[in-house]
């Protein structure tokens, strides 16, 4: 989590329950049978038939006791049954005389005795002699199978097993002296001959563990939250065990931020002397030169950056974040970073462990060149805390409301003054002797409106705040007014001198210039008005409406502003030449990412209903057009000239990338669209969607018809990724219950279920979260939402990962083993939505979700060589072998 709001994963996708997708018909005969002592159970029963027989065996008299063991035995196995019976159906097609090796023996009341290989000892001698005396001498051997769902009556019985907390012993539940076993955490077993005992113990449902079980050396087996899923090994991999992992020889450089965040932040646009504009957007803040059209990044924060101060020198300057959660869960701390702006070091770091949720406003002192600074937190109170910055000092602090508070700032003459002002409030606060004290502003006659928005210090030394009623209000200090305050008012108070009328809806911000002037925004008629001395306007222009209101304002010099919109954009110009977007940015959050196949331009969409086209050569938008409901999937037609949208109802559009108009439109069912995936030849588009269908076309006339030629339907869950092979004759998916499935389109959209003979199949392209040659992908401890998308290079040597905690990962391609190493990158505030690299593999572009930034990475090639025990790419040509780094 991180930023504003929780990420869990797919955060506005609907996940619907794990379903079998082909339950066997009641009645039907299972052809596996499992032999056990005193147990013998056909699959294809159910359960209770098998503790019946087990019953029926025993005396009347010791029915009570055996009803009571075994209704203990079934709650402690509730949770082991879903495993058990994925497990199970993978020997489904395997005959009593062929299913075990000499090597292993079988299983016997219930227990797998298992040999002293990789150092797991066999069970007592007693239970061989058991074994012995049953005559059960059917040592089958495994092979590799086509995973089968299975019904809960096709369950037979195993006998518990645990392992201890860190999962280095192993026995049953009465055991006293567990056998060791020479394993980490990520690993059950691997082992040709080995069959793993599954129990809710050692698999907590929202954890990913590798249990690796080799079929004859042709498979391997993940759990994702309790579910199996089997990866069959290409057969160019002879020893899976010598495969080995390192991290790629590529690493990634941060070169362009696209975004501002100006929808619910106020005060966040600055205009430094080196003619750097400075704004923050997700966990970056970025300093962008407005006429050389340049960026540099300051990236310390771990968080989302929500407010910036400016120190009076114009170099220093301080940052405050949120606070966030790691991948656990726990909660990070917030805190404040005075920075140099000219060479981006970190000066000091205050306030980890004193501010609560975040940092909400910040302001240095000014009548003392900058010796204090002041900073609000996101506490129900909203502390305000006085702080010698370079000693990393608190020298004050003090509750200053339950209400919102929207700016805070010194007195500029006087640093012992400082000002807040929010919902239904202005303070005036005095610093004296450590100890803050409070007045507050009195509206007398005036009516008290509900917001004050933004205040500034005017030349004259009075206050003027602008308010949610359009007014702008000149505050000054007075001697109490009983007749107006009461007969409890005494001394000096701050009342208002004067209301001029500013705006239509709210005034959000004030900018005062250098020669006494004032400048406002306004929320609802967008508008920006420059003032004379004396609050007299003289000037004033409107915002175009797509961007929004005006936020925030920043003067260049003369005429020329810089206005920050609550549509994240912000435009430079002056008030008779109109103003143009420097910067632009989605309003919601955003899914959809596409890579053009010939140039160097993406598309983006999202829940704001906007789609941007990109250039990443001139890092500006070339065009963006505004649909009727939020798009969440698009991709390119392999010639270039077209993009296919797909939309949250079901409805998805082909766009000309030249006149930006919809040549076609579409509706397949009504619930979302996930995935829209052209074949590498451009013949067929696949579409896939929340109905659990993946809908296939024929496309024709350069991507401009499209007609209807089959529908892709096995998947018991929601259509998350696909990608088709680089003869566009098959398909690969995942669904939403982890299933991997493979499609015969040429053949009439079959589903191929014998997934075994796929395991050498050559992809166009992978973004599927799950399959072989992208297992190591996935962490230790994570959950199937952990990771929201994945994406190859087109030279297949790395795949980029997008997580739900706000990271961006490299990895080489391909990665088929757990716990692989690889770069990690932060800069993103929210759950990274998708990632995806340039025709060139020159960039990677990266997405985050509620942060609504797009990153922009360089590739960087460090210097490799050849190794060629290194695994090449199953689905690669032979000259695209990876290299790694030296």
Not at 92 to 106: G, K
Not at 446 to 456: E, G
Not at 752 to 768: E, G, I, P, V
Not at 845 to 858: A, E, F, V, Y
């Amino acid at each position: 989590g991180g930023g504003d709001t929780p990420r869990m994963g797919h955060q506005s996708l609907t996940r619907h329950p794990k379903q079998d997708s082909n339950p066997r018909p009641t009645g039907e005969q299972d052809p596996v049978k499992l032999t056990s002592f005193a147990l013998h159970a056909q699959l294809g029963e159910s359960l209770l038939c098998v503790f019946t027989d087990d019953l029926l065996e025993g005396s009347n008299s010791e029915l009570p006791g055996k009803l009571s063991m075994m209704e203990a035995r079934l709650q402690a196995q509730e949770d082991e049954i879903t495993l058990l019976k994925s497990s199970l159906a993978e020997v489904q097609s395997l005959s009593l005389e062929d299913a075990f090796s000499d090597d292993v023996p079988p299983l016997v009341e219930g227990r797998s005795l298992l040999q002293e290989s990789h150092g797991v000892r066999q069970e007592t001698r007693e239970e061989e002699k058991r074994e012995n005396d049953q005559g059960s001498g059917m040592r089958p051997n495994w092979a590799s199978l086509v995973e089968e769902p299975i019904q809960p009556s096709s369950v037979s019985l195993f006998q518990e097993h645990r392992f201890t907390k860190d999962l280095g012993t192993y026995g049953p539940l009465d055991d006293q002296n567990p056998v060791p076993l020479p394993m980490d955490s990520s690993f059950l077993f691997h082992s040709k001959n080995l069959i793993p005992i599954l129990c809710h113990e050692c698999f907590p449902g929202n954890m990913l563990l590798f249990s690796l079980l080799c079929l004859s050396g042709q498979s391997i087996k993940m759990f994702i939250r309790g579910r199996p899923i089997t990866m069959y090994v290409p057969s160019n991999i002879q020893n899976y065990d010598d495969l080995r992992m390192e991290p790629p020889a590529e690493r990634l450089e941060l070169e362009w931020v696209y975004g501002y965040r100006g929808r619910d932040c106020r005060a966040n646009l600055f205009l430094l002397p080196s003619r750097e504009a400075v704004y923050f957007t997700a966990c970056v803040v970025v300093l962008y030169h407005i006429n050389n059209r340049t960026q540099r990044h300051y990236r310390k924060h771990t968080d989302c950056v929500r407010c910036l101060a400016v120190h009076p020198d114009q170099v220093r300057i301080a940052s405050g974040q949120t606070a966030g959660v790691d991948k656990d869960g726990k909660p990070l701390l917030p805190f404040v970073h005075i920075w140099d702006s000219s060479t981006l070091v970190t000066l000091q770091q205050i306030g980890l462990g004193s501010f609560e949720r975040g940092v909400n406003s910040l302001a240095f002192s000014r009548a003392d060149s900058g010796v204090f600074l002041v900073v609000i937190d996101d506490s129900n109170e909203h502390m305000l805390s006085v702080w010698d910055w370079a000693r990393a000092t608190k020298q004050a602090e003090i509750k200053s409301t339950n209400e919102a508070v929207f700016a805070v700032e010194f007195n500029p003459s006087d640093s012992c003054n400082i000002i807040t002002c929010g919902k239904s409030h202005v303070y005036f606060w005095t610093l004296s002797g450590g100890v803050l004290t409070k007045k507050q502003g009195i509206f007398g006659k005036y009516k008290k409106p509900k917001f004050i928005q933004c205040f500034l210090f005017s030349g004259t030394g009075d206050v003027l705040t602008g308010d949610s009623e359009g007014n702008i209000l000149t505050w000054g200090k007075s001697a109490a007014d009983v007749k107006t305050l009461g007969k409890g008012a005494k001394g000096k108070t701050y009342q208002i001198m004067r209301q001029t009328r500013a705006h239509e809806g709210s005034v959000f911000t004030l900018c005062v210039l250098h020669s006494g002037a004032l400048l406002s925004g306004g929320g609802k008629d967008r508008r920006v008005v420059l003032w004379s001395v004396d609050l007299a306007p003289e000037k004033e222009c409107e915002i175009p409406e797509k961007f929004g209101a005006v936020r925030t304002i920043a003067h260049v010099d003369g005429e020329e502003l810089l206005v920050g919109t609550t549509r994240n954009a912000i435009l430079r110009g002056t008030f008779s030449g109109g103003f143009v977007a420097i910067v632009q940015g989605h309003v919601d959050e955003m899914w959809g990412l596409a890579t053009h196949p010939s140039q160097n331009t993406f598309l983006t969409c999202g829940h704001d209903k906007q789609v941007f086209l990109w250039n990443a050569e001139e890092h500006m938008v070339d065009w963006c057009t505004t649909l009727e409901e939020a798009a969440l999937c698009a991709d390119f037609c392999p010639n270039g000239s077209v993009v296919s949208v797909g939309l949250y109802t079901g409805r998805w559009l082909v766009l000309d990338l030249q006149t930006r108009e919809i040549v076609f439109d579409c509706t397949d069912g009504n619930e979302q669209l996930s995935v829209m995936r052209y074949s590498p030849d451009g013949s067929f588009l696949a579409v896939g969607s929340h109905d659990n269908f993946i809908y296939i076309y024929n496309v024709s006339d350069g991507g401009r018809r499209y007609t209807r030629f089959g529908k892709c339907t096995g998947h018991s869950s929601f259509i998350t990724h696909l990608d088709w092979s680089k003869d566009g004759k098959y398909i690969m998916s995942n669904s939403g219950d982890y299933e991997i499935l493979y499609w015969d389109v040429a053949g009439g959209c079959k589903l191929l279920r014998n997934r075994f003979d796929s395991r050498d199949r050559k992809w166009a392209s992978y973004t599927c979260v799950l399959g072989f040659h992208v297992m190591g992908v996935w962490l230790e401890g994570s959950d199937g939402t952990d990771i929201n998308a994945l994406c190859r290079s087109r030279c297949e040597r790395m795949v980029a990962v997008a997580d739900d905690f706000c990271k961006v990962h490299l990895f080489q391609y391909p990665c088929p083993k757990p716990k692989a190493p690889s770069h990690r990158y932060e800069g993103h505030g929210s759950h990274v939505t998708n990632v995806g690299f340039t025709h060139n593999d020159s960039h990677l572009l990266s997405m985050g979700g509620k942060d609504t930034s797009i990153l922009q990475w360089r590739v960087r090639r460090e210097k490799a060589a050849e190794t060629p025990d290194r695994v090449a790419p199953a689905s690669s040509s032979s000259n695209c072998i990876p290299e790694t780094g030296t």
